[in-house]
T-cell receptor, first 110, second 116 residues
Framework: DAKTTQPTSMDCAEGRAANLPCNHSTISGNEYVYWYRQIHSQGPQYIIHGLKNNETNEMASLIITEDRKSSTLILPHATLRDTAVYYCIVRVSSGYALNFGKGTSLLVTP | NAGVMQNPRHLVRRRGQEARLRCSPMKGHSHVYWYRQLPEEGLKFMVYLQKENIIDESGMPKERFSAEFPKEGPSILRIQQVVRGDSAAYFC??????????????FGSGTRLTVV
């Protein structure tokens, strides 16, 4: 699976959009981009995934660049409960293991 | 619908003792995955099991660690003769099938193992 690079930490004001970047320059054509988050002391929570089209669900939007070498997770109106570590993971669709890196620690402030 | 249930939530063992961690997958899920999270680290895949079968144990330490998922009952991750370095959070996830992991696993709340 391709390697991903994320900033170590980010801050966001409550109510504003949180934009979390991820670089995956070695991604292959059959690899998906997944986002999970881990709120302190809890199990990881699936957020969203995509292949090449932008995706949106009730939690977030995923914007993937045309060359697929990077992506951005957008939380449109961040709340204090969105404070968590966010993991960007690349994986083939036929795979099952997720390789969690260090992720981005997002702090949402009042 | 109950989620993935792990117990105990916290487990303290002395060096040399055995640790048994249990995971009951979501109803209808027959695929179980174990991950370990060392302090200040991301989660690392350990093992993938289906009922009565180990599919992939490439992330398991070669010694002292074993996993099973019997026909009846929860999946068990067993650590024999624990050492301080085994102190970590152990998470279990489940899915209805391997292909449906495309839509995300469901993780349990984890078992925090402390070896003293």
């Amino acid at each position: 699976d391709a390697k991903t690079t994320q900033p170590t930490s980010m801050d966001c004001a409550e109510g504003r959009a949180a934009n979390l970047p991820c670089n995956h320059s070695t991604i292959s054509g059959n690899e998906y981009v997944y986002w999970y988050r881990q709120i302190h002391s809890q199990g990881p929570q699936y957020i969203i995934h995509g292949l090449k089209n932008n995706e949106t669900n009730e939690m977030a939007s995923l914007i993937i660049t045309e060359d697929r070498k990077s992506s951005t997770l957008i939380l449109p109106h961040a709340t204090l409960r969105d404070t968590a570590v966010y993991y960007c993971i690349v994986r083939v669709s036929s795979g099952y293991a997720l390789n969690f890196g260090k992720g981005t620690s997002l702090l949402v402030t009042p | 619908n109950a989620g993935v249930m792990q117990n105990p939530r916290h487990l303290v063992r002395r060096r040399g003792q055995e640790a048994r961690l249990r995971c009951s997958p979501m109803k209808g899920h027959s695929h179980v995955y174990w991950y370990r999270q060392l302090p200040e680290e991301g989660l690392k895949f350990m093992v993938y099991l289906q009922k009565e079968n180990i599919i992939d144990e490439s992330g398991m330490p070669k010694e002292r660690f074993s996993a099973e998922f019997p026909k009846e009952g929860p999946s068990i991750l067993r650590i024999q003769q624990v050492v301080r370095g085994d102190s970590a959070a152990y998470f279990c996830a489940s899915s209805p099938s391997q292909t449906e992991t495309n839509y995300g696993y469901t993780f349990g709340s984890g078992t925090r193992l402390t070896v003293v």
